[in-house]
Nanobody, 120 residues
Framework: QLQLVESGGGLVQAGGSLRLSCAAS????????MGWFRQAPGKEREFVAT????????TYADSVKGRFTISRDNAKNTLYLQMNRLKPEDTAVYYC?????????????WGQGTQVTVSS
């Protein structure tokens, strides 16, 4: 089974930047599409960004377009989320997730999450 561990969260002032990392182990990292999701207290988990297996295709939620960049380094088995110009509304627990490339694959592998808090 694929294991995912997020890191890089913390407290940052509005307008600042953070870089989240997600280290994968246990299976072939490049065999998965990857995504970042987040969940704030009292709210549903929401999509943030996705990246395909090769890194050649990405998608972003409208709320983070132009500010966040998702990337991956398959040689290091690591997924990244560069977050710039952070806003208080970005405060949430951020999770990385993996989707198998086989037909019918879903985001069924999840990390433990890392807290991002943006102060005003």
């Amino acid at each position: 089974q694929l294991q995912l561990v997020e890191s890089g969260g913390g407290l940052v002032q509005a307008g600042g930047s953070l870089r989240l990392s997600c280290a994968a182990s246990g299976r072939t990292f490049s065999a998965y599409d990857m995504g970042w999701f987040r969940q704030a207290p009292g709210k549903e988990r929401e999509f943030v960004a996705t990246i395909n297996w090769s890194g050649g295709s990405t998608t972003y939620a409208d709320s983070v377009k132009g500010r966040f960049t998702i990337s991956r380094d398959n040689a290091k088995n690591t997924l990244y989320l560069q977050m710039n110009r952070l806003k208080p509304e970005d405060t949430a627990v951020y999770y990385c997730a993996a989707r198998n490339l086989a037909p019918g694959g879903r985001y069924g592998y999840w990390g433990q999450g890392t807290q991002v808090t943006v102060s005003s």
